[in-house]
C-alpha cells in the first residue's frame, strides 16, 4: 500500500478495456440513469454555500459526471447505432445547457454600477419652465467581474439577520464554515453542529475523527465528502434520527472510514483508496477506487468502474433501518463495467466473514470509545 502522507490520490495503473456495451437495454438504462442523476444534482446546486468554493466544486463534480458520461459513450461509438448515437448526443448537449442555464440563475449579483441620468428640461418643456428635474437611476450588474473572493461570498450569502428564523427550525439563521470549525477545534472527536446548511460538505481534513451529532438531521438534503485523509467520518445518526440524505457524493479519500448512513438515491464514490466505506442507498457506484472495503445495503445492483481489489460485505445490522427488506440488498450482485466476459471480474470479491468488523467496532468503537484516540481507533479498524 502507499503511503498514507500522498498529496495525491493516484490508484495503481488498472487495465483500461474498451466500453463494450454488452446488453443495448441495460447500456440505455445506465445513460438515462446517470443523466437523471446529473439533472439532479444540476437542479440542487443553489444549495451549496458560495463560502470556501463549495458551489464551485459542485459545479465541477457535475461537468466532471458529463465529462466521463460523454467518454463513457465516445468508447463505445463504433458499437452504436446512428439513432443512438444521436439520442446519447442530444442528451448530453442537453445536460450541458441546463448545466449552463442553472449557473447563470444561481449566478450572483455581487457587485451593482449607479447610473444617474439627469435629464434638465428647463429650457425646452413646460416642466421646465417650473424648474422641474428628472432623476432616474438604473441599478445594473458590471459585466465581466472576477468571481467573489471568499469573503465577499461570505457577505453576499448571509442576507438575512441574525434574529430571522429559517424554514426548517427555530434556530438562527447564522452563516458559518464548519469545515474551518472542525479544523480549529481542539483535539478529540469533532461534532460540528450544522445549524443551517441544507447540506453537509466535508473536505480538505486530514488525521481527524469527525462525528454528526442529531441537530446534523436538518441538513440532509445531500451530501458530500471531499479531500480526506487518515479520518475516521460517522455521519450515520442524522440519517437515523430523521431523513435519509437525498444523494451521498465521497471524492478523493485515502485510509479513511466513512459511515455514510442512509442514503435515499444515488452514492457516487470516486477516487477512493484504502478506505473502508459503510452506507446504505438506493444505488452505489465506484470509479476509479482501489483497495476499498464496502459495506452495503443497496437495493440495486452496484457498480464499479476502473477500480480494483474492491471487497463487499453486508450493512451491519446496527446501521439498518427496522423497515429495511433484507432480502432486497443486492450487495454482492456487483456490476463491473469494465468486465464483459462471463467469468467473474477480477476487479472485485467477496469481503471473507472473519475478515469483516464486527458489530462492536461499529457500536463502540467508530463513535469513540472513552480514553481512545484517532490512532486507537483507526487501528482498531484495521486503518493505516
Not at 430571522?164 to 434556530?171: A, F, M, N, V
Not at 480549529?184 to 481534513?205: N, Q, W
Not at 464499479?304 to 474492491?310: K, Q, S, T, V
Request: aromatic share 6%.
Amino acid at each position: 500500500m502507499a503511503d498514507s502522507g500522498d498529496q495525491n490520490i493516484v490508484p495503481s495503473p488498472l487495465r483500461q478495456r474498451k466500453t463494450s456495451i454488452g446488453n443495448r437495454d441495460q447500456f440505455n438504462q445506465y445513460f438515462f440513469q446517470q443523466c437523471d442523476q446529473l439533472l439532479d444534482q444540476v437542479s440542487g446546486l443553489h444549495e451549496y454555500s458560495l463560502v470556501g468554493g463549495e458551489r464551485q466544486d459542485a459545479i465541477e463534480h457535475v461537468l466532471g459526471g458529463i465529462t466521463e458520461l460523454s467518454n463513457y459513450i465516445a468508447d463505445a461509438s463504433d458499437q452504436i447505432s446512428s439513432y443512438d448515437k444521436r439520442v446519447y448526443s442530444d442528451g448530453i448537449k442537453n445536460l450541458q445547457e441546463r448545466l449552463r442555464e442553472r449557473q447563470l440563475s444561481i449566478a450572483p449579483n455581487s457587485k451593482f454600477q449607479f447610473k444617474s441620468r439627469f435629464r434638465n428640461e428647463f429650457a425646452t418643456s413646460p416642466k421646465g419652465a417650473e424648474g422641474s428635474t428628472s432623476v432616474e437611476f438604473q441599478m445594473e450588474p458590471i459585466q465581466g467581474l472576477r468571481t467573489p473572493s471568499p469573503n465577499e461570498a461570505f457577505i453576499l450569502s448571509s442576507t438575512r439577520s441574525p434574529d430571522e428564523k429559517d424554514s426548517l427550525s427555530g434556530i438562527p439563521a447564522v452563516s458559518k464554515n464548519y469545515n474551518e470549525e472542525i479544523s480549529e477545534e481542539a483535539g478529540g472527536v469533532r461534532k460540528p453542529s450544522f445549524s443551517e446548511p441544507t447540506k453537509i460538505h466535508l473536505k480538505d481534513h486530514e488525521n481527524m475523527h469527525i462525528i454528526q451529532p442529531p441537530p446534523a438531521s436538518r441538513a440532509t438534503s445531500t451530501g458530500a465528502i471531499t479531500k480526506l485523509r487518515g479520518s475516521v467520518v460517522d455521519m450515520s445518526i442524522p440519517t437515523t434520527t430523521k431523513t435519509p440524505f437525498a444523494s451521498l457524493v465521497i471524492t478523493d479519500v485515502k485510509n479513511c472510514l466513512i459511515v455514510g448512513g442512509q442514503v435515499a438515491g444515488a452514492t457516487h464514490i470516486t477516487r477512493a483508496l484504502e478506505s473502508i466505506i459503510a452506507v446504505s442507498a438506493g444505488q452505489v457506484r465506484l470509479h476509479d477506487c482501489e483497495d476499498v472495503k464496502i459495506y452495503l445495503y443497496c437495493i440495486n445492483r452496484p457498480i464499479i468502474e476502473n477500480c480494483n481489489n474492491i471487497q463487499f460485505a453486508p450493512l451491519p445490522k446496527c446501521y439498518l433501518d427496522p423497515s429495511q427488506d433484507l432480502s432486497a440488498n443486492k450487495w454482492d450482485q456487483v456490476e463491473d463495467f469494465n468486465w464483459q466476459k462471463t467469468e467473474h471480474s477480477p476487479n472485485w470479491r467477496i469481503l471473507p466473514e472473519e475478515e469483516r468488523l464486527g458489530e462492536r467496532i461499529w457500536t463502540n468503537v467508530v463513535p469513540g470509545e472513552i480514553g481512545d484516540g484517532l490512532v486507537d481507533t483507526k487501528r482498531k479498524t484495521g486503518l493505516k
